[in-house]
Each structure stands twice: as structure tokens, then as C-alpha cells.
């Protein structure tokens, strides 16, 4: 019973039988005292239809796996992933064998990671900028905006492909150049256009490429943003073929 994890197991009823010493060192109860506490303290109230459910499904054969809350003896409410089954011992009745991990800490880090990608794409969203990263092989490993947004609506898996093929043709070849020379650790600033169809004008865009590098300083991919510069790209002819009627 040196285990790390919590091992425990029940009777029909969902009284414990036994629990290993990880179990009571992490719930904070003592062995008679968790067999007196109703199983229902376990666990928030909006959680115990997901354990009984699992109840019957053991019961009925099945092994069950969930992440669900676990209160502690001193309130603290933990995230714990089980796996549990039925199991029956010679001349005894059924009972269910419960594993469980904590894993509060990955489970906090995990949402963290999600809020902040999240609030990264609303920002680069606010913004109007497109923002990708690939690997050393050129697979997109991340991608936001409003064009990654469209594709993806479209049904198209961006990340862990070669997002150059999406491209527009006329783009795709100042793309791969940027990249190869971004991956050869250069900064890369260069400028493009898509041309114009019937249903819209002709755009233009200007991107920014640097080389994403590990602890130890070996490159290991491309971070780029982009933005839409048409207003200012036509602005600026504007502007030029103004000077040029004046001289």
C-alpha cells in the first residue's frame, strides 16, 4: 500500500471497505472516521449524480473513468481522475475498486493555458492581426485571426499542417521564402497582395517573421504576425500619383 495514488474500495451500497494510507493522507480523515462520514461529504452536490451514475455502471460491469471534485476534511475542494470496476472475491459480494489521481495542479495549469489562449485570440482578433507559428518542418503549430477563423469554419484543420497550402497562390512562394529565412535565424519583414476577384478589391498585407528558439538557443520555429495594410497601401498611391500630376 505504498501506492502515491488513492486506492479504495466499496460495497454495494458505496460504504468503504478499505482505503490505502495515500487516501487518508489526502483526504484528511483518519480510517474511522471516513468510514462514519456520509459519502455524500465527498463530494460537491452538483457532482453526485456523475458518482452514482459510475455506481451503477460498475455495478453493471463497466469500467468507469471521470474527472470529478473531491472535498477534503478541510473543505478544499480537489480535481481527482478515477478509474473504477466492479470485482467480486470468492463466497463475498460485489464490490467496486476505486483508483484515483489528484490532479488539481495539471487540471489549474491546463485552464490557465486555455484562458490564456483564449484572451490571446480575442486580442488578436480586436486587433485585426493574424499571428501563426510553425516548426522546423513548416507545420502550423498555433494560428489566430480572422482568415484561420474562416478556414476553420470551413471545416479546414489548420494546426499541424502545412498552412502554406491554404495560402493564396500569388502569396504562397513570399511565404515559404520568409520562413526558410526566418528559420535560418533572421527577422523577416516583407509585404504581399492578394489580387482582386469579382467579388472583392485587391488587398495588401505586411508581415513580420522571427525565429522561435529554445532554453539552449537552437531554433526550433517560426513565430509571424500579419496585418492588413490596404488603407494605407492605397493611400499611399494615392498620395504618389497626386505628386506626380503636381510635378
Do not use: C
Not at 478541510?74 to 470485482?87: D, K, Y
Not at 490571446?120 to 516548426?135: C, H, M, N
Amino acid at each position: 500500500q505504498s501506492a502515491p495514488d488513492m486506492v479504495m474500495t466499496f460495497d454495494e451500497r458505496g460504504h468503504f471497505l478499505d482505503a490505502n494510507p495515500a487516501t487518508l493522507a489526502q483526504s484528511g480523515y483518519t480510517w474511522d472516521e471516513i468510514k462514519r462520514v456520509p459519502n455524500t461529504s465527498f463530494f460537491p452536490p452538483e457532482d453526485w449524480p456523475k458518482i452514482m451514475d459510475a455506481r451503477t455502471r460498475n455495478l453493471a460491469g463497466e469500467i468507469v473513468e471521470m474527472d470529478v471534485r473531491f472535498v477534503r476534511r478541510s473543505g478544499e475542494v480537489r480535481w481527482i481522475q478515477t478509474r473504477s470496476a466492479s470485482f467480486r472475491r470468492r463466497g463475498e459480494k460485489t464490490a467496486v475498486l476505486v483508483l484515483a489521481r489528484d490532479i488539481t495542479d495539471a487540471k489549474r495549469q491546463t485552464d490557465a493555458l486555455r484562458d490564456n489562449d483564449e484572451r490571446f485570440r480575442l486580442i488578436v482578433g480586436a486587433l485585426d492581426l493574424g499571428f501563426y507559428t510553425i516548426d522546423t518542418e513548416g507545420r502550423l503549430t498555433a494560428i489566430y485571426g480572422r482568415w484561420a477563423e474562416e478556414r476553420m469554419a470551413d471545416g479546414h484543420t489548420l494546426v499541424g499542417s502545412h498552412g502554406i497550402q491554404f495560402v493564396a497562390p500569388e502569396a504562397a512562394e513570399p511565404f515559404f521564402e520568409a520562413n526558410r529565412l526566418s528559420l535560418t535565424g533572421q527577422n523577416v519583414t516583407f509585404y504581399w497582395s492578394v489580387r482582386a476577384s469579382e467579388t472583392r478589391p485587391e488587398k495588401f498585407f505586411r508581415a513580420y517573421l522571427a525565429p522561435l528558439r529554445d532554453a539552449a538557443g537552437a531554433i526550433t520555429g517560426v513565430a509571424g504576425v500579419w496585418t492588413n495594410v490596404t488603407t494605407s497601401t492605397l493611400a499611399e498611391r494615392e498620395r504618389e500619383m497626386l505628386r506626380n500630376r503636381l510635378a
